[in-house]
């Protein structure tokens, strides 16, 4: 029997059916080793909150850890975007599905925060199959003087107490409590990849690799099935859903980027069930581009609305474009982030690479957007001079209040001082996670299991 080359659609199909392989052929009694310390520790998404006072990562081990960002002062005012650490709790816990003999991981997927409405802040938290919505409230009062427990919280006898007494509040230190409000659980048989709050704030969706999720914030028992591309025969799944988002301002619309490199826009008031698209956005391919490696790195790891709603951004493997919601035939830019790695796509391939799924942002102005690549390099395009920079996290250059270098990749030829050969790129430290301060211009950037915050230069 001759080979045949597998197209790239089974190719990724194999892909993502052989992380169930180890359970599905595991021998009888076998233990399911748990990640290492190192691995737990990796950042998996970051998210700032609505006033960018807070900044909360999470990370494959379950946890997620909220910084706060330092009150101004008068003897220290350069201290004012710095941030510590405020609060930390473990999101999620390893499960197993016994009826599907899965290991359900803790690594938390993504982070939404709400509005803030009160004292308390309200997050969403979300890992494959569960979404937790956290209260993080601060105490620093604690009742003292109860009538039927004595100090310890033991109950007194009765027959003791001869009088009553008012409890009074007492000063204490100051702590930092998180609880889990809701758990919408059981209504995703896929990996769940996205999670965003819609604009009323009374309902956010729940995304998966073939269906999306509408939920109240109140009812955990039960969602709206709003999209399900589920083909009846599972041979004929010909695309998976990437990313999902609402749009910022009008409560009844959202976009669903797919593994296809396509983009649909639905509206909520058409059809209980999106199965019909308002908008379909998609760039003509050029045939002389035309690879085996082509349908992998045009599949949308990430699609976000601009803070105004008129465009949407996409990243895909190589490039970063932006979108006009008036224009679906092909976006209105286009920007290459690593164009250099498309002859290296090959051995990409070989190591995974080719699928790993980098994110995008944009700035409070919608004017920069900033998105990652290898190497601990992160990159940012300014819209409107259209010069870009590549900027680098590490250790090394990252010294408090040191000024960033920008980097340069030397592609072939003679090699400058300060460039770097894309031969000798480190393809295991990759940026795949920011987030952009809603209103200034800091940015947090996760290297692997390290937090890097810049700020612009203050003067």
Partial sequence: MGLFPLSPLAVRKMKCFS?????????????????????????????????????????KGGRVVIFQREQESKNQPHRRGEYNVYSTFQSHEPEFDYLKSLEIEEKINKIRWLPQQNAAYFLLSTNDKTVKLWKVSERDKRPE??????????????????????????????????????????????????ISVNSDYETYMSADDLRINLWNFEITNQSFNIVDIKPANMEELTEVITAAEFHPHHCNTFVYSSSKGTIRLCDMRTSALCDRHAKFFEEPEDPSNRSFFSEIISSISDVKFSHSGRYIMTRDYLTVKVWDLNMENRPIETYQVHDYLRSKLCSLYENDCIF??????????????????????????????KRDVTLEASREN????????????????????????????????KILHTAWHPTENIIAVAATNNLYIFQDKVN
């Fill in 19 to 59: 992380r169930y392989l180890p359970y599905l052929f595991r021998p009888p009694g076998a233990v399911l080793s748990s990640s290492c310390h190192a691995e737990a520790d990796i950042i998996s998404t970051v998210e700032f909150n609505h006033t960018g006072e807070l900044l909360a990562t999470g990370d």
């Fill in 145 to 194: 003087g109860y009538n039927l427990k004595d100090e310890d919280g033991r109950l007194r006898d009765p027959s003791m107490i001869t009088m009553l007494r008012v409890p009074v509040l007492r000063p204490m230190d100051l702590m930092v409590e998180a609880t889990p409000r809701r758990v919408f659980a059981n209504a995703h048989t896929y990996h769940i990849n996205s």
């Fill in 356 to 385: 790993d799924k980098f994110e995008c942002v944009w700035n409070g102005s919608d004017s920069v957007i900033m998105t990652g690549s290898y190497n601990n390099f992160f990159r940012m395009f300014d819209r409107n001079t």
């Fill in 398 to 429: 990252s010294k408090p209040r040191a000024i960033l270098k920008p980097r340069k990749v030397c592609v072939g030829g003679k090699r400058r001082k300060d460039e770097i050969s894309v031969d000798s790129l480190d393809f295991s430290k």
